[in-house]
């Protein structure tokens, strides 16, 4: 971060100015230092929905929302997607460099070896209903880990909070799994530890004790990939919520939890599940004018779901390699072309043309796409938002981690604009009417 200039604020009422410091990163926009605002003016700034407020100095990952750019540590998603692999890009984004072989081997060694929960864990499960919602028991049993993994809790002790990332990583997808497992009557499976992590994961998911599960290379690259593009996604919701909730000191396990509870709403992680039952109940080709109508339509509230984004200005980039991986999925399973991708591929041509999209800059966003892929790969709609929380753990822990460690960080505490009563009487209860 770097001093680049002032700019000045002139109060129109009383005539008195301010200069504040213009402060500059490696790229994107500048931003206006306005730590002293309140001290010096007296007055707040007035954001809600944080459109113009940068919350924290980061360095893990970029965005320029109008050019359609995503970068992790300065290397782009869509080179990563197709050279990497997810147990890389953790290490690119938990450490700030890709691994050699060796560093490579150790970390994904040291992950395979965190994948196990306590067996107390499993009893915990049967407390759930069975028809509770997978992010639903995800989000209980990760806040629960720090009353099972005491001896990562010190979030001052470096080799603590390493601990607890790994064992967040490696046990999500047997957290998320064990969740599915549940909600069909299915034994839980244990990891096995020969696989890979996207391997490990279908295998817990799809696989019964009874069977040995044959995995398929293609659905396991698909998913690896789908763990790629989800895993940071610098500060959105969730991320300011791991963030926030982390700002107080509270444990890396209770503030993941967090996460995935901001996660799991249909304006976020939710929408691809969203979108999935939009295309359904849309149904066919000749319903896609009508239902636009509704969109544009502003006392109807509908909304086109996997359309749109708070930084995104242009083609989300994770949309564009997972609209490629979709068609190579389907191509691959042989399922020659699903109904309700070719109706998604309609609608997004439709809707790349409409004056009403084009004018408020609404592209397809990543989940546009992926719940069409997840159906292809068989995963059940309830698990969705789960998968995308399994990859975005790697995300939520790096931001976590580059929180404690800055040294400029501070307890988030928001202000607000009050417009609520002012200071009056108690009325005593006979006397109110
Ligand atoms: N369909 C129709 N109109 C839309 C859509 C959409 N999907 N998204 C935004 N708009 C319109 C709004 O009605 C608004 O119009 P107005 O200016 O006439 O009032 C304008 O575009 C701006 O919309 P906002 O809601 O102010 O934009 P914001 O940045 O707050 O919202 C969001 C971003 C929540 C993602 C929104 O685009 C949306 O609801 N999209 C559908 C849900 C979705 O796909 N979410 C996934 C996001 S990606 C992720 O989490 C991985």
């Known amino acids: 971060m770097s001093n680049t200039g002032t700019v000045t604020l002139t109060d129109d009422a009383t005539g008195k ?10 790229i994107g926009p500048n931003v206006i230092d306005v730590r002293k605002l309140y001290g010096d003016t007296g007055y707040f700034t007035y954001d809600p929905g944080f ?59 040291d992950i395979t070896m965190h994948t196990m929960l306590h067996e107390q864990i499993a009893t915990f499960y049967r407390g759930f209903r069975r028809d509770a919602h997978p992010m639903a028991v995800c989000c209980g049993v990760v806040g629960a880990l720090s009353a099972f993994y005491h001896d990562s809790l010190d979030i001052n002790d470096p080799h603590q909070r390493m601990v607890a990332s790994y064992r967040l990583i490696a046990k999500m997808p047997t957290i998320g799994a064990m969740a599915y497992k549940y909600s069909v009557g299915q034994p839980f499976m244990y990891p096995d530890n020969k696989l890979s992590y996207a391997g490990n994961f279908l295998r817990m998911m799809f696989g019964v004790p009874a069977e040995e599960y044959v995995m398929n290379p293609v659905v396991e690259k698909a998913m690896d990939r789908i763990f790629m593009l989800h895993a940071d996604h610098e500060q959105n919701a969730s991320t300011s919520t791991v963030r926030l909730a982390g700002s107080s000191g509270a444990n890396p396990f209770a503030c993941i939890a967090a996460g995935i509870a901001s996660l799991w709403g249909p304006s976020h992680g939710g929408a691809n599940e969203a979108v999935l039952k939009m295309l359904q109940e849309i149904g066919g080709k000749d319903k896609i004018g009508p239902f636009l109508a509704r969109v544009k339509d502003k006392a109807d509230h509908t909304r086109l779901m996997g359309f749109g984004h708070r930084v995104y200005k242009n083609y989300d980039p994770r949309a564009t390699v997972m609209r490629k991986s979709c068609h190579e999925v389907l191509a691959t399973l042989g399922i020659g072309s ?29 989940d546009f796409y992926s719940g069409i892929i997840f159906r292809a790969l068989g995963i059940p709609v309830s698990m969705f938002t789960v998968i995308f929380a399994i990859a975005r753990t790697v995300g939520w822990i790096s931001q976590w981690t580059e929180m404690i460690e800055d040294p400029q960080s501070k307890i988030g505490r928001p202000r607000q604009l009050y417009s ?4 009056r009487p108690y009325t005593p209860l006979h006397a109110r009417k």
């Not at 540590?73 to 050699?100: H, V, W």
């Open 51 to 109: 459109t113009s407020t940068g919350s924290c100095e980061s360095k893990i990952t970029y965005i320029d929302g109008d050019k359609g750019v995503l970068l992790h540590r300065g290397y782009n998603i869509a080179e990563l997607a197709e050279k990497s692999d997810f147990m890389e890009l953790s290490y690119l984004l938990l450490n700030g460099e890709l691994p050699n072989a060796q560093q490579k081997a150790k970390f994904t060694r």
């Open 420 to 423: 609520g009563q002012t200071e």
């Open 17 to 26: 100015s301010w200069k504040f410091p213009v402060l500059g990163g490696s």
């Open 338 to 366: 699903d109904p309700l991708l070719e109706l998604a591929m309609e609608m997004e041509e439709f809707a790349l043309k409409d004056d009403y999209f084009i004018s408020k800059k609404l592209y397809p966003n990543v």
